[in-house]
């Protein structure tokens, strides 16, 4: 799961929330100071600017990582069947 900082318009602090909730017309309490910011995409404020922004470009790269996994399946499972195999014949001699 990708996070991106957040940083309060009010209290200043700063804290994390998901890339995937992040996008347009959301809105959330600071853990600190409990004001709800609001995140849209025309937002005037530079600290809800700048998250928006990296939500979108964590977005972005997880669509691009996930598209190259669906391109290119790594051998992963037959890996890890190998080491199962492994540990089972382990087991098996003791
Ligand atoms: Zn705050």
């Given amino acids: 799961m ?11 602090v700063m804290f994390r929330d998901r890339a995937m909730r992040l ?10 100071c409990e004001v709800v ?15 928006m ?3 979108r470009k964590v977005r972005k790269e997880q669509r691009e990582a996930e598209a ?8 992963r499972l ?5 080491f199962a195999g492994r540990t089972q014949s382990a087991e098996r001699e003791d």
């Fill in 78 to 82: 037959a890996r890890s069947r190998s």
């Fill in 2 to 12: 990708s996070f991106v900082q957040i940083q309060c318009t009010r209290c200043k």
């Fill in 37 to 51: 910011l609001f995140f849209a995409e025309d937002s005037m404020h530079p600290f809800v600017k700048r998250a």
């Fill in 68 to 75: 190259v996994r669906r391109a290119a399946p790594e051998p």
């Fill in 53 to 55: 922004r990296n939500a």
């Fill in 23 to 32: 996008q347009d017309g959301y809105s959330r309490q600071c853990p600190s």
